[in-house]
């Protein structure tokens, strides 16, 4: 199963109000729950947080990652993961930034300020990376094609990217692991020694499969996650390295070739361990040796309160100590038909829906997005929160000054918006039915069926409902729902005629 696959019913299975994470997600059965309680001011997670590819934001700059980071501190969290390869100028290796050059981090750095901006509110800041793949470091095979990773059948992996595009590397080249080595300390100690620690998400996609990699699966990429930690560890002993847990189990790896053997490392307890639903499931022998673990999943940004709901309550039943789902967000020129979609080529992605040069300069801070911070918030604490709890917490979060007569329509229209907002979302673009053009080349390349059809016209039909229910709102939250849902419909209209999917 590849990850889109896995993510797609993960989300699938929330959006159906399952309420649960399907069983491919867990690798061990859940713990009992019975007697945890919630503490007050954290809830039932000592950690709290967002992991965000900061690389693949290039429309937003000091001022705006400053406005936005004083928001989501709002959200009680107490870690970020900021993605940064491919994001701050390299001076070793210039090559890593050199196809993300208009990024105001590139242009002139500022991450250094953001880190001790953030750790000033209380919140830990860590690195994240790939090793061998992803964001930056896939571009160093343009100079070097010998560097490619390889398939099973000895030719080169696919090129691939998200706005990086590129070869994964093949870690058995001794020049490619010096290469790794040099890019990641010029990082951690060179650029951002200040940082808290490290994320290192490992290689789940592309990875070689060469004779020497496929007989040792992951053997180099754990000798660099150890040696780099060991560095870490020596500067900073206090420092939060967190690692998936591919390297401990003993276990394939989802989505790698049958071939490769399992891999059993030892486990330094020092360690703090990412499960997700796409390659790192939960893992209950290792959740207990871990110092810290953490859950990170999508439902943020592509699912609805339900999914939040349902992502805390996993982590929570297997042990997970930590809950940082994905707040991701893209504002680059496409430049290659990501997703299987050329229709973006030439245009700049729209962070969570919203336009980057206005709106979207701040995309976590739009009502759908605000929505899903505020499940965040409030699950992360109560896990077991019912919906109807939650929607009181929305009427108090967005509703203050709206009489009691208008409140449950004003919330339910609310829930109803994010919904629609993120209904069929993948990583590179909200819902399709919010660009009317898109929708049109994404139906007719897929041979969209009836059914589908009509279920985005009940969406379309339920913002053309809220547009007039609220167009004579003067603002707050019931003008925000206007706005945002009479920009979708009026998109839709065509000479006056009512707004219809065709």
Avoid at 57 to 67: H, I, L, N, S, Y
Avoid at 140 to 169: C, N, Y
Avoid at 252 to 281: E, I, K, Y
Wanted: glycine share 8%.
């Amino acid at each position: 199963m590849t990850r889109r696959q896995s993510l797609s019913l993960c989300l699938a299975s929330l959006a159906a109000g399952h309420g649960n994470i399907p069983a491919v997600l867990a690798a061990d059965e859940p713990r009992k729950s019975a007697g945890t309680k919630p503490d007050p001011d954290g809830g039932v997670f000592e950690l709290r947080g967002y992991y965000i590819t900061f690389m693949r934001m290039p429309a937003m700059g000091w001022p705006e990652w400053r406005t936005a980071l004083d928001a989501l501190a709002e959200d009680g969290i107490n870690l970020l993961v900021m993605w940064l390869p491919g994001g701050f100028r390299s001076k070793k290796h210039p090559l890593t930034w050199q196809y993300n050059e208009d990024h105001p981090n590139v242009r002139q750095d500022f991450m250094r300020d953001l880190i001790t901006y953030v750790q000033g509110k209380g919140i830990r800041v860590l690195l994240g990376f790939t090793p061998f793949g992803y964001d930056g470091v896939n571009r160093m095979a343009l100079e070097h094609p010998e560097w490619r990773a390889q398939k099973e059948d000895g030719s080169p992996v696919d090129e691939f990217g998200i706005h990086s595009w590129g070869w994964s590397l093949c870690p058995a080249r001794a020049e490619v692991r010096e290469f790794m080595r040099s890019y990641l300390r010029e990082m951690v100690f060179d650029f951002y020694p200040q940082a808290d620690g490290l994320m290192v998400e490992s290689s789940d996609y592309n990875v070689c499969l060469c004779p020497e990699c496929r007989a040792k699966p992951y053997e180099e990429e754990f000798r660099l996650t150890r040696e780099i930690s060991q560095e870490v560890w020596k500067a900073k002993p206090e420092a939060l390295i967190l690692v998936y847990p591919h390297y401990f189990t003993g276990r394939s790896v989802p989505g790698l070739a049958a071939s490769a053997p399992a891999v059993r490392q030892p486990f330094d307890p020092r360690w703090g361990l990412v499960f997700t639903p796409h390659s790192a499931h939960f893992d209950a022998d290792l959740i207990r040796q871990a110092s810290h673990t953490l859950y990170s999943g999508p439902e943020a940004v592509l699912g609805t309160p339900a999914g939040v709901a349902a992502g805390a309550r996993a982590a929570r039943d297997h042990g997970v100590k930590g809950y940082l789902p994905s707040l991701e967000a893209f504002s680059y020129q496409v430049t290659r038909p990501e997703g299987g979609e050329p229709y973006f080529i030439g245009r700049r992605r729209l962070p969570l829906g919203q336009d980057p040069e206005k709106e979207g300069r701040n995309p976590w801070n739009s009502l759908p997005c605000r929505v899903q911070r505020l499940a965040v918030r409030a699950f992360s604490r109560q896990p077991d929160l019912s919906m109807g709890q939650f929607s009181q917490q929305v009427e108090k979060a967005f509703f203050a000054e709206t009489s009691p007569a208008s409140l449950p329509q004003a919330v339910a229209d609310l829930l109803e918006l994010q919904r629609i907002w993120t209904f069929e979302a993948e990583w590179y673009w909200s819902s399709p039915l919010l660009d009317p053009d898109f929708f049109k080349s994404r139906a007719r390349r897929l041979a969209w069926p009836a059914d589908k059809l009509a279920a985005y016209q009940r969406n379309l039909d339920t913002l053309r409902q809220i547009a007039v229910r609220w167009q004579a709102s003067p603002g707050g939250t019931e003008r925000g729902m206007f706005q945002l849902a009479d920009s979708v419909v009026q998109r839709w209209s065509h000479a006056g005629e009512p707004a219809q999917v065709r």
